[in-house]
Each structure stands twice: as C-alpha cells, then as structure tokens.
C-alpha cells in the first residue's frame, strides 16, 4: 500500500508560480513512476506530467509544457510540481499519483494505481 499527500496549493494571481509537493509512505516510493493530475469543476480529470522511478525521465501535457516542471526526491519520499506563469484555465484540484507499471509513460488515469486527496489550485487575475 501506498499513501500520497498533496500540499502547496492556495490562492495566486495569474502569471505568478507556485511549487506543490507530494509526500510518499508505505512501500519504497521508487519502485513506483508518478503523476500529476488536476481537475475543474465539472470537467474530467486530466493528466498534467509523470515523472520516471529515478526522475530521469518526464513527459507533459501540451498545455502546461514548458511552464511546469516535476522532480523528485527519493530520499525525501517527495515529487514536486513547479507550475510556472500560471493562467486562470490552471485553476483546479491536482492530485498526484503512483502507477505501477515502469516501462512506459503512463498518462490514463485508469491505469494508475494509488492517489493522494488533492490539493487545490486557484488562478485569479
């Protein structure tokens, strides 16, 4: 079993940063490749990045590529999303999330296999 808790989120204005972690307990949080995820009010939940077991490796949605960034921190149980001039449309739940399988990049939420409770994002201007 795997535990994820989100925290960072709050209130900005549009075109500032904001810097969100996801702490990690139970199993060894390397074996595990992660995203993140975020969801408006009445849209689906729609994939933002993932990240490879060692961060070697990321992969972004078109929309915030380039603005966002996620590492990690094996030794710290920690992934980070670094969202950067953000836009009122970023405004959402996000959510991180630990996937199982390790051989390709995985941007279904379907397919991955534990969650943490979100934490909320709102983009004013």
């Known amino acids: 079993q795997v535990q994820l808790v989100e925290s960072g989120g709050g209130l900005v204005q549009a075109g500032s940063s904001l810097t969100l972690s996801c702490a990690a307990s139970?199993?060894?949080?390397?074996?595990?490749?992660m995203g993140w995820f975020r969801q408006a009010p009445g849209k689906e939940r729609e994939f933002v990045g993932w990240i490879s077991r060692f961060g070697l490796s990321t992969y972004y949605a078109d929309s915030v590529s380039g603005r966002f960034t996620i590492s990690r921190d094996n030794a710290k149980n920690t992934v980070y999303l670094q969202m950067n001039s953000l836009k009122s449309e970023d405004t959402a739940v996000y959510y991180c999330?630990?996937?199982?399988?390790?051989?390709?990049?995985?941007?279904?939420?379907?397919?991955?296999?534990?969650w943490g409770q979100g934490t909320q994002v709102t983009v004013s201007s």
């Open positions: 999330a630990a996937v199982r399988s390790i051989r390709t990049v995985v941007s279904a939420p379907m397919k991955y296999d534990y």
């Open positions: 139970g199993r060894t949080f390397s074996d595990f490749p």
